[in-house]
């Protein structure tokens, strides 16, 4: 069997973009409930944040919060729930 | 300071730049006569989401899982691992093997999408996040 997963490093994307990016999606997780809350999902559609939810009963529950952000094509893309509380980059 | 609309913008062209290379480099290495061939079956704007995770510390993992075993959807997903802690496991020969992150390193997991394409092996893996 051939398996075709892997880690790659030299793949050209900035250290300091990649640090950027996960300061900005720890400090989101670290907002108050109520400021996460602003980016609600809304009208049934998975963007924005949340929780997984269970969709069998002999599933272990799944434990975890995310935020889900559409970024392509432009149309799908609900600005409206993107964070703005900025980050201090460190 | 930075803003998260900024930096995700960015990260955005950045990972469709590598995930075009990705895919450019399996219709190569399937042989496929044409090296667009995934480019012309996802379109010329594919479909991009981001999903920003954390698995907070539960003291029963009995009781639960981060995130439980599956395979990907989708075309290919690229991910950045938590740089301290091994979440993420595949499944290897009946075996769940942890997968050690290497700072500043993505790991390629290829979607149903992409593998029902590709006729030549299975390729989605199944994987979950302790």
Not at chain 2, 20 to 41: I, P, T
Not at chain 2, 49 to 75: E, I
Not at chain 2, 112 to 125: D, Q, T, Y
Request: one cysteine or more; charged letters at 20%; aromatic letters at 10%.
């Amino acid at each position: 069997m051939v398996y075709y997963f892997s880690q790659i490093v030299n793949h050209g994307i900035p250290h300091s973009l990649i640090n950027e990016i996960k300061a900005v999606a720890k400090d989101f997780f670290n907002l108050p409930l109520e400021e996460k809350q602003k980016s609600a999902p809304q009208r049934g559609n998975p963007q924005g944040y949340g929780q997984l939810f269970v969709t069998a009963e002999d599933q272990t529950l799944d434990w975890g919060d995310m935020l889900v952000l559409f970024l392509r094509p432009n149309q799908i893309k609900n600005l409206a729930l993107w964070p703005t509380v900025p980050t201090n980059l460190r | 300071m930075i803003n998260c609309r900024d930096t995700v913008e960015r990260y955005a062209l950045e990972v469709e730049r590598v995930a075009q290379e990705l895919l450019s480099l399996f219709a190569e290495n399937l042989h496929l006569e044409d090296a667009d061939y995934f480019k012309n079956v996802f379109g010329s704007e594919p479909m991009n989401s981001m999903r920003m995770n954390v698995y907070p510390a539960f003291p029963r993992p009995d009781l639960v899982l981060g995130l439980s075993p599956h395979a990907d959807g989708g075309g290919v997903t690229l991910l950045l691992q938590d740089d301290e802690t091994v979440g993420l496991h595949v499944r290897k020969n009946n075996q769940w093997i942890p997968v050690e992150p290497i700072p500043h390193a993505l790991v390629i997991n290829i979607g149903g999408m992409v593998e029902v394409i590709m006729p030549i092996a299975p390729f989605c893996f199944k994987y979950f996040i302790s």
